[in-house]
């Protein structure tokens, strides 16, 4: 009979390993970092530093391109308006929605170990989201006239059309972005405090002071702190479900075939949450290392994030699945024939790369060896990541370019611009990232220690 | 001037089974300063109901219904537009804006509800002067408590030493 209570368990167990068993070990680990920064090599962070500052700075130039000349530098011609610009931006909203849903839906259902990951998860979600909200306006043609989507009285005496879901996404992710503010912000208080307590020099102590906004940690406080996030979390789960509901409804609300399909909303959502994590799992094994944080971000952390990634990866096949048996048993010509250009069309090499990223590759997780190889996490989630880029592209390219009438059947080619513009991108996320590791902390301070204690009582 | 007597603890099961034990002996627990939240100060505080849903969920309904308000009213008599035939206040397809907006709405109700009700920002309170206070923020325990009146300061000291509680120091 096995009874041995969990208490007795090995200590590897654990989301928190030995060499970090103590509150000042924890806040030492994640605040060193940012108050004694001497006692850090920085040669990694400044080579990461100089090289995603070069991929900025070659997204700065494609946008200009792109401003001056206009959206003939891309690849889209008259059949393939949309492009890398919309897919792009449907990645980085995917992205851009995984933290907040990691973070809240984690924290509503008692997940304590979140606290390890939850902070860059959210850190990760702001700069995503903004970063994909640049696209749209990008892709306008005429982007300076973007505050149109705005109510605002007007010379011309006119007035968003509410029933475009061009408007519908336009509030989505503002009130999403500054939604995430809020949580991530709030959530940062107290650890600011901390830091305002650590610090040695006087301007650090200032700067960590204004943040902190003289927080106390006083039982009132700490009590009125928690319904806020735990309430925050119950908002934050809707939100982010409709916030890529609304996107998938983008697709959904047209009458192309391959897009105009209930599942869409559903579908994008999971989508969502399997590049998020991906996502995070390829920041959290960044983040651990250059900052040292083996006793805090541990081998469970990835065990436990490579079984909700084998998760998503099925639900993702099955909605694959539910696409063609749809097309098939809707009977509707252009459905089908669509389904045959996905497989045997232009696009098809993109199209079995994505099938083997998203289903095949995440597969490797059923083996307890591959969860608890911090490589093998990280090769299969940057697999993901490009599976889950190649569905976005292939959801825009293949409709648009087999859609109803046979003459305006066009291929698209992306051109140097469409390229610039996306790993640009990736850069200024990257800047914004390791910016931010310099000036708040990564992991959350006061939520790793609540782990902590709550891990000494069992 | 109200003087206090504050103690330290490392854990929090310590200092809530401290914080028990001197309201048995006529002490008023006036707070407790922690790194994280500890599960049961509310007993201690004041645990009851707090307004502060209610404000988000009033803010959120408030902010929706004025952006359904804007829809309704620029599309129904303010601009009218008869698009695909479908009905002037097409309400489902308004629903989008509001909801998304009506969130952020509650967010920021919240937001400001926490900072008055939890006194922020407030850049300066005596409890920052008192030594060894900035450790509650990093890993320890301060209970803050009120003498009966009934005691001089140095009795009620000497009483929670008997109980024993170490560390312990003034607080004006």
């Not at chain 1, 096995?2 to 368990?9: E, G, K, V, W």
């Not at chain 1, 906004?213 to 928690?226: D, E, F, I, T, V």
């Not at chain 2, 002490?27 to 407790?32: N, T």
């Not at chain 2, 849903?53 to 620029?74: D, N, P, T």
């Amino acid at each position: 009979m096995n009874d041995t209570p969990r208490s007795i368990a090995s200590q590897d167990e654990r989301w928190v390993l030995p060499q970090g068993r103590s509150y000042e070990t924890i806040t030492d680990l994640v605040s060193a970092p940012l108050l004694e920064r001497q006692r850090w090599s920085w040669r990694a962070w400044r080579i990461a530093f100089v090289a995603s500052l070069l991929l900025t700075g070659l997204m700065l130039v494609s946008a200009s391109w792109l401003l001056a000349q206009g959206i003939g530098v891309w690849g889209v011609n008259t059949t393939v308006v949309w492009g890398f610009a919309i897919a792009n931006y449907v990645w980085w909203i995917g992205i851009g929605n995984a933290g907040t849903l990691i973070s809240a839906m984690l924290l509503l259902m008692r997940q304590h170990w979140r606290a390890s990951i939850n902070r860059f998860a959210e850190a990760m979600t702001l700069f995503a989201a903004g970063i994909a909200g640049l696209f749209p306006i990008l892709h306008l043609g005429r982007p300076l006239y973007f505050y149109w989507l705005t109510p605002y009285p007007n010379t011309m005496a006119l007035w968003p059309q509410w029933r475009s879901a061009l408007i519908w996404d336009f509030w989505a992710i503002l009130s999403y972005i500054l939604f995430s503010i809020l949580f991530w912000y709030v959530g940062l208080i107290p650890d600011f405090a901390c830091l305002r307590d650590r610090a040695r020099s006087e301007k650090s102590r200032s700067r960590f002071g204004a943040l902190a906004l003289g927080w106390r940690g006083s039982a009132r406080q700490w009590r009125l702190y928690h319904i806020y996030h735990m309430t925050m979390a119950c908002l934050g789960v809707p939100l982010v479900v409709s916030l890529h509901s609304v996107v998938g409804l983008d697709f959904a609300a047209s009458l192309m075939p391959g897009w105009s399909e209930t599942i869409f909303p559903p579908y994008f959502v999971v989508g969502a949450m399997y590049s998020g994590f991906a996502m995070v799992v390829v920041l959290a094994a960044a983040v651990r290392w250059g900052f040292r944080l083996q006793a805090i971000i541990t081998i469970d952390h990835f065990d436990v994030m490579a079984k909700i990634m084998l998760a998503a990866s099925m639900i993702m096949s099955a909605s694959y699945l539910t696409e063609w048996f749809a097309a098939w048993y809707g009977g509707d010509p252009n459905e089908r024939s669509l389904v045959r250009f996905e497989f045997l069309g232009d696009y098809r090499v993109l199209y079995y790369l994505m099938l083997f990223c998203n289903c095949v590759v995440a597969q490797a997780f059923w083996a307890r060896a591959a969860r608890r190889s911090i490589l093998a996490v990280v090769i299969v989630a940057i697999l993901i990541n490009i599976g889950m880029w190649l569905e976005r592209i292939t959801i825009v390219w293949n409709t648009l370019s087999h859609d109803y009438a046979a003459s305006m059947w066009r291929v698209f080619h992306p051109t140097f611009w469409d390229y610039s513009l996306m790993f640009g991108s990736l850069g200024l996320f990257a800047l914004l990232y390791l910016t931010l590791c310099r000036m708040a902390p990564i992991v959350s301070i006061h939520e790793t220690r609540h782990l902590l204690s709550l891990e000494k009582q069992t | 001037m109200t003087r206090l007597l504050v103690v330290d603890f490392g854990e929090p099961g310590a200092v809530l089974e401290f914080a028990r034990r001197a309201r048995k002996a006529h002490y008023e627990v006036i707070d407790i300063y922690s790194p994280f939240p500890v599960e049961g100060a509310g007993e201690f505080v004041g645990g009851g109901p707090t307004a502060l849903r209610v404000h988000m969920f009033i803010g959120g309904v408030a902010v929706a219904a004025l952006a359904y308000g804007v829809e309704a009213w620029s599309a129904t008599s303010n601009y009218p537009i008869i698009s695909g035939g479908r009905p002037l206040d097409s309400w489902p397809a308004f629903m989008p804006f509001p909801f998304t907006v009506g969130i952020f709405g509650a967010a920021l109700t919240g937001f400001i509800s926490l900072l008055i009700q939890t006194g922020l920002p407030r850049l300066h309170h005596p409890i920052f002067a008192h030594e060894g206070f900035e450790r509650t923020t990093q890993d320890r325990f301060l209970l803050a408590l009120k003498p009966p009146a009934a005691m001089t300061q140095a009795e009620a000291k000497k009483r929670l030493e008997d109980m024993g509680a170490s560390n312990i120091r003034d607080m004006e």
